[in-house]
């Protein structure tokens, strides 16, 4: 994967090769109109701004992946793109919280979609390097489900909201920008486990309705 080119991978071998590549592959950050931190987080948005449908999927400390399942009555699965190694934060433009998780990192990225092909949401996660496969023992799996399946306990910690364009995202899900995003830190027995960055598809308003995002309009 190559400036903005998409390569979906969906085969692991494909994707392991990434992460011995010197050159490491874009990750789909939002290009952001607005941004929020921790204390808007926690007090929430005015719902002129953004309903409350959406404010409990991207404010909420529940599975994403469980809840684009109930939403869309299908499986939620997964296509892995991106398996790569970072040893600098700096380097990758990762959110500052992966400070937290000790490093180096490999990072994950995936499209989760329906088992009909929806694509409905875009994740990175960076993971302790040494300790990834502890979690992750079938990478093709939703975190979610890989977490469920050891029993793993877990906090999930939203510490800020994105509301931007981003021209690949665009081509992915098939739908017009801006789109929402949040990035938030797994604890796990008190200490950071990973930090992962979602984007959400406009797709999902036929199951939430619409975003409300009259603050993007004061923006622009």
Same mark, same amino acid.
């Given at each position: 994967?190559?400036?903005?080119? %998409?390569?979906?991978?969906?085969?692991?071998?494909?994707?392991?090769?990434?992460?011995?590549?010197?050159?490491?592959?874009?990750?789909?950050?939002?290009?952001?109109?607005?941004?929020?931190?921790?204390?808007?987080?926690?007090?929430? %948005?005015?719902?002129?701004?953004?309903?409350?449908?959406?404010?409990?999927?991207?404010?909420?400390?529940?599975?994403?992946?469980?809840? %684009?399942?109930?939403?869309?009555?299908?499986?939620?699965?997964?296509?892995? /793109?991106?398996?790569?190694?970072?040893?600098?934060?700096?380097?990758?433009?990762?959110?500052?919280?992966?400070?937290?998780?000790?490093?180096?990192?490999?990072?994950?990225?995936?499209?989760?979609?329906?088992?009909?092909?929806?694509?409905?949401?875009?994740?990175?996660?960076?993971?302790?390097?040494?300790?990834?496969?502890? !979690? %992750?023992?079938?990478?093709?799996?939703? /975190?979610?489900?890989?977490?469920?399946?050891?029993?793993?306990?877990? !906090?999930?910690?939203?510490?800020?909201?994105?509301? *931007?364009?981003?021209?690949?995202?665009?081509?992915?899900?098939?739908?017009?920008?801006?789109?929402?995003?949040?990035?938030?830190?797994?604890?796990?027995? *008190?200490?950071?486990?990973?930090?992962?960055?979602?984007?959400?598809?406009?797709?999902?308003?036929? !199951?939430? *309705?619409?975003?409300?995002?009259?603050?993007?309009?004061?923006?622009?």
């Amino acid at each position: 994967m190559k400036g903005e080119e %998409l390569t979906f991978v969906t085969h692991l071998t494909s994707a392991f090769k990434s992460a011995q590549s010197l050159a490491l592959p874009a990750w789909y950050a939002l290009d952001p109109i607005w941004e929020a931190g921790e204390a808007l987080v926690a007090s929430g %948005l005015p719902h002129d701004q953004l309903a409350p449908p959406w404010q409990m999927l991207l404010l909420g400390d529940g599975s994403p992946t469980r809840h %684009l399942q109930l939403l869309t009555g299908e499986p939620t699965e997964v296509d892995v /793109i991106d398996m790569s190694s970072v040893s600098e934060a700096a380097d990758d433009h990762a959110p500052a919280p992966i400070q937290m998780v000790p490093a180096p990192w490999v990072r994950r990225q995936v499209w989760l979609r329906t088992a009909s092909g929806q694509r409905l949401a875009y994740a990175t996660s960076w993971w302790e390097a040494s300790h990834v496969d502890d !979690y %992750l023992q079938n990478r093709s799996l939703p /975190i979610w489900a890989s977490l469920a399946r050891l029993r793993t306990e877990l !906090y999930r910690d939203v510490r800020g909201l994105h509301y *931007g364009h981003s021209q690949p995202l665009e081509r992915a899900f098939e739908q017009s920008g801006p789109f929402w995003g949040r990035h938030y830190l797994f604890w796990h027995h *008190g200490r950071p486990l990973t930090l992962i960055y979602e984007v959400f598809s406009p797709y999902l308003t036929r !199951y939430l *309705g619409e975003t409300q995002t009259e603050i993007a309009h004061e923006i622009n």
